[in-house]
């Protein structure tokens, strides 16, 4: 069973911080995706009714390609945009570009009323 839960428990936010991204977690709260019960990603956000800021998001090495990082970036993207007037990622990547992100000078961003959840099947 798969869940996100935004955690201030620095062990856990370090430790996991330090296995996908090889740095300790900057600031007090970070989002964590588990796997039945495993810590398996981590998210560090900024969030606010203007404007929401991803600043990092990823998976450990062993749970990549099983499509974890897909649930759990859309679920993190389903939740800031019912919460902010617009999203930004601080980094660039084609994989936000389904989603209707365009790059920005500050990496990605885009209004939530204009994201788009595409379908993985195709249909």
Known sequence: ???????????????????IFGENFEGGVGYVLYESGRAIGIARLTVAPEKSVIHCIGILPLYRNSGYGDFFTRSILNVLSSVSEHITINYRGDYFLQFGFINSEQGMTIKSSNIVFPHKCGN
């Open 1 to 19: 069973m798969l869940s996100v839960v935004g955690i201030s428990d620095k062990d856990i936010l370090n430790t996991l911080s330090l296995e």
